[in-house]
């Protein structure tokens, strides 16, 4: 019979966890503390998965995608974050019937925003940007960007 075995995942120690994050070890902490970011207490230390940060950053962008409304012009960052927000905003446009444009900050945005089906014009067509979505990597413990 034949078993597979799981791989434990390290953990990260907050200082890790916050460069990751593109914060400081502090605002990693304050997330724990509040319960916004999944945290293991070792003592007097906090420690991190990957994942869980993975998952805190999908949430960002997607509570970020929330904020759009149809009729919008965005500017579109670029980053790991800003990736789960075109995946959110993508899944809304599709779903829900949301009217926006898009400008991407970058080749890979708009390669990934046109596959979300998303659509983009340039900064100079727009004219002007009601939202932009960019940063979100740099969070403080209160989710503020």
């Known amino acids: 019979m034949a078993t597979t075995t799981k791989k434990k995942e390290s953990l990260l120690k907050s200082k890790d966890a916050a460069h990751i994050l593109d914060c400081s070890p502090d605002d990693v902490i304050d997330?724990?503390?509040?319960?916004?970011?999944?945290?293991?207490?070792?003592?007097?230390?906090?420690?991190?998965?990957?994942?869980?940060?993975?998952?805190?950053?999908?949430?960002?962008?997607?509570?970020?995608?929330?904020?759009?409304?149809?009729?919008?012009k965005l500017g579109i960052g670029t980053g790991s974050t800003a990736a789960f927000f075109v995946e959110a905003l993508g899944r809304r446009i599709r779903e829900e019937g949301l009217e926006i444009i898009g400008v991407p900050t970058s080749q890979a945005t708009g390669r990934l925003a046109e596959r979300a089906r998303i659509p983009l014009t340039t900064?100079?067509?727009?004219?002007?940007?009601?939202?932009?979505?960019?940063?979100a990597d740099e969070i403080d413990g209160d989710l503020n960007l």
Not at 36 to 64: C, H, M, N, P, T
Not at 123 to 135: I, R, Y
């Open 123 to 135: 900064l100079d067509a727009a004219g002007w940007l009601d939202l932009t979505v960019d940063g």
């Open 31 to 72: 997330l724990a503390r509040k319960g916004k970011l999944r945290a293991i207490k070792q003592g007097r230390f906090w420690r991190f998965r990957e994942s869980d940060i993975v998952s805190y950053k999908k949430r960002v962008g997607e509570e970020a995608a929330k904020l759009v409304e149809s009729g919008m």
